[in-house]
């Protein structure tokens, strides 16, 4: 089975290029799933539930998240939907949502690290908790994290007993895309898809002048060229074990 996961998607100019790729993508690769992390799709934070239908309708089969699941309100109702939509599964009991759910026959899972991030409940034991009661052969794990060593130790702690723990978050793709000994899949941060004429993916100047003055203001989408982050994993059907782990690469005018 083939599997594409798109990094942390920001703003229209990653609706874009997601429209125009994921066909041609789906064909030359013969996907079987597509994931792609949308916390940040509508205007740079957070999803509405019009920007989620819009990836659906382009080609993604299942949308993750994590921390700004909750910026945009409206699409709180859908999260208990029959939208293929998940926020983090380590929040607590009772919110809204759903952290993991089953698309063809594979087991999708969102996790939040917690180092940097807020304060949820462990991500580790919140894995050993849903591996305990899940059937599926298959399970991917998109691990939203900002801290390494977090991602790092979360794809040993889980190798051999999923698929994949691909990392999001950080919008800055890693090098370390491997097979772990046990058979899972693994990469620190699949990296963004978003404007590259940016500070991963907001505008340049503005966030510039953040950090000079430390007055916080609303930061708007960057410009130009769209770069293009995925990771795609082949995994045996019968075992769950990945076999290949391949960073795909583009970029959209």
């Not at 382009?58 to 994590?66: E, F, K, P, Q, R």
């Not at 309100?73 to 380590?90: Q, V």
């Not at 996790?111 to 052969?137: H, N």
């Not at 723990?165 to 899949?185: C, K, M, R, S, Y």
Request: hydrophobic share 45%.
């Amino acid at each position: 089975m083939l599997i594409l996961v798109i990094g942390d998607l920001v703003g229209r100019p990653a609706r874009k290029a997601i429209s125009q790729l994921l066909p041609g993508l789906r064909q030359q690769y013969g996907l079987d799933l597509i994931i792609a992390n949308a916390e940040n799709v509508a205007g740079g934070v957070g999803v509405t539930p019009a920007t989620a239908k819009e990836l659906v309708e382009s080609g993604a089969d299942v949308l993750t998240s994590g921390n700004h699941i909750w910026a945009q309100k409206e699409i709180i109702p859908y999260l208990d939907s029959d939208m293929p939509i998940l926020r983090p599964l380590n929040y607590p009991a009772g919110v809204p949502g759903k952290g993991y759910l089953v698309a063809k026959g594979v087991a999708v899972v969102n996790l939040m690290g917690r180092v940097f991030i807020g304060d949820f409940d462990c991500p580790f034991r919140a894995m050993d908790q849903l591996l305990a009661k899940i059937t599926e052969k298959i399970i991917i794990v998109d691990f939203h994290a900002e801290a390494t060593s977090e991602k790092v130790a979360m794809g040993r702690y889980l190798d051999g007993r999923v698929s994949a723990v691909l990392g999001t978050h950080t919008h800055v793709g890693t090098i370390d895309a491997q097979i772990l000994p046990g058979g899972t899949a693994y990469v620190s941060d699949i990296g963004m898809t978003g404007p590259m004429d940016s500070v991963i993916g907001d505008d340049a100047e503005a966030v510039i002048q953040r950090f000079l003055t430390q007055i916080p203001h609303r930061l708007g989408v960057g410009k130009g060229k769209v770069a293009f982050n995925a990771i795609l994993v082949g995994v045996d059907d019968k075992t769950g074990k990945a076999k290949s782990i391949e960073r795909i690469y583009r970029e959209v005018e």
